[in-house]
């Protein structure tokens, strides 16, 4: 028997499937900027967690279906927790490679890639609510985006800023309503990390002393500083900008992670609501996550898949609040 539990998505790690060690932490990213006259700018991009990887062993009839199961994260490539003792992460399995020694014994070894660390997350934990989160990473976006500056940029925000504005509750929102909101964040993701690339281009030509030739025109050198200097400026902005809207996506996208799906056949939402989570009037969430039943409680008697979000609503049986 292990100490401790450890988690990767909905795979748990047994007996010898654990590992003696798991690395964590990472580094600062630090972006320097060598300027005219020995000025050196040091900007603080922000803490990025290195990649948690193991070895261990997959024993028993079963091993060879358990690493498959492992290899079918890869192969998926999609984001999936990473949990043990106290540490939570989103991840990405980067790598996985078995050994077939036998059916039943298969050494193995992972390597993630960090999306976010959730270990200080207040998601479950009686802390803000999901909306306040995401409203919160919207309002730290759109300062961010004033402070950079760019036309392209302002359009997309104002996008995702109506979108966002559209939805009432994102606990209890519908999965079209999530993927409205996703859409433009992806946009806004793309453009910034477009931009991104342009100013690091703009900073990687910098020439000799700071762009300052002999036989350039005055105006051409000074042009050129103060681009390598608004481009310096920009980049924290702009990588603070795609990690904000990074936790966006990802705390929109995962809403429905924990959300069951029941098939039934009449009924109607009170009951459901009731028997869920011990409150009648909650049946508005059930209402609002799956606008297919047309807003109405009472339930066809036709099969139906219902959808019964992660939290209640708390409107108190208004489905139109």
Same mark, same amino acid.
């Given at each position: 028997?292990?100490?401790?539990?450890?988690?990767?998505?909905?795979?748990?790690?047994?007996?010898?499937?654990?590992?003696?060690?798991?690395?964590?932490?990472?580094?600062?990213?630090? *972006?320097?900027?060598?300027?005219? =006259?020995?000025?050196?700018?040091?900007?603080?991009?922000?803490?990025?967690?290195?990649?948690?990887?193991?070895?261990?062993?997959?024993?028993?009839?079963?091993?060879?279906?358990?690493?498959?199961?492992?290899?079918?994260?890869?192969?998926? =490539?999609?984001?999936?927790?990473?949990?043990?003792?106290?540490?939570? #992460? *989103?991840?990405?399995?980067?790598?996985?490679?078995?050994?077939?020694?036998?059916? #039943?014994?298969?050494? #193995?070894?992972? %390597?993630?890639?960090?999306?976010?660390?959730?270990?200080?997350?207040?998601?479950?934990?009686?802390?803000?609510?999901?909306?306040?989160?995401?409203?919160?990473?919207?309002?730290?976006?759109?300062?961010?985006?004033?402070?950079? =500056?760019?036309?392209?940029?302002?359009?997309?925000?104002? %996008?995702?800023?109506?979108?966002?504005?559209?939805?009432?509750?994102?606990?209890?929102?519908?999965?079209?309503?999530?993927?409205?909101?996703?859409?433009?964040?992806?946009?806004?993701?793309?453009?910034?990390?477009?931009?991104?690339?342009?100013?690091?281009?703009?900073?990687?030509?910098?020439?000799?002393?700071?762009?300052?030739?002999? $036989?350039?025109?005055?105006?051409?050198?000074?042009?050129?500083?103060?681009?390598?200097?608004?481009?310096?400026?920009?980049?924290?902005?702009?990588?603070?900008?795609?990690?904000?809207?990074?936790?966006?996506?990802?705390?929109?996208?995962?809403? #429905?992670?924990?959300?069951?799906?029941? !098939?039934?056949?009449?009924?109607?939402?009170?009951?459901?609501?009731?028997?869920?989570? /011990?409150? *009648?009037?909650?049946?508005? /969430?059930?209402?609002?996550? $799956?606008?297919?039943?047309?807003?109405?409680?009472?339930?066809?008697?036709?099969?139906? !898949?219902? %959808?019964?979000?992660?939290?209640?609503?708390?409107?108190?049986?208004?489905?139109?609040?």
């Amino acid at each position: 028997m292990t100490d401790f539990v450890m988690q990767l998505g909905d795979f748990q790690f047994d007996r010898e499937e654990v590992p003696e060690k798991i690395p964590f932490g990472g580094e600062q990213q630090l *972006a320097v900027h060598r300027l005219v =006259g020995g000025v050196k700018v040091v900007d603080a991009m922000g803490a990025f967690s290195g990649p948690p990887e193991w070895s261990g062993w997959l024993r028993g009839p079963k091993a060879l279906a358990r690493a498959r199961a492992l290899d079918g994260m890869r192969v998926a =490539g999609a984001p999936v927790v990473l949990k043990w003792s106290e540490l939570v #992460y *989103a991840v990405l399995v980067r790598e996985f490679r078995a050994d077939f020694e036998r059916f #039943y014994q298969i050494p #193995y070894h992972i %390597t993630c890639e960090v999306v976010e660390d959730l270990t200080l997350s207040t998601a479950g934990k009686g802390g803000p609510s999901i909306d306040s989160l995401i409203n919160g990473d919207i309002a730290s976006a759109d300062s961010l985006v004033s402070g950079i =500056g760019n036309i392209s940029l302002s359009s997309i925000m104002g %996008t995702v800023k109506n979108a966002v504005s559209n939805v009432s509750s994102f606990a209890n929102a519908a999965q079209s309503t999530l993927n409205s909101v996703l859409q433009p964040i992806a946009a806004l993701r793309n453009e910034a990390q477009s931009i991104v690339a342009q100013v690091n281009n703009t900073l990687v030509n910098v020439t000799t002393l700071g762009g300052i030739l002999p $036989n350039n025109p005055i105006a051409r050198q000074v042009q050129t500083i103060s681009g390598q200097i608004l481009a310096a400026q920009q980049l924290p902005a702009l990588i603070q900008l795609d990690r904000v809207m990074g936790r966006v996506q990802l705390n929109v996208g995962s809403i #429905y992670a924990s959300a069951k799906q029941v !098939t039934v056949a009449g009924g109607n939402l009170m009951d459901m609501a009731a028997k869920e989570w /011990g409150d *009648a009037m909650a049946w508005t /969430g059930l209402a609002k996550a $799956n606008p297919q039943l047309g807003g109405d409680p009472q339930l066809p008697p036709s099969v139906q !898949t219902v %959808t019964i979000p992660p939290s209640k609503d708390q409107v108190g049986g208004l489905v139109n609040s």
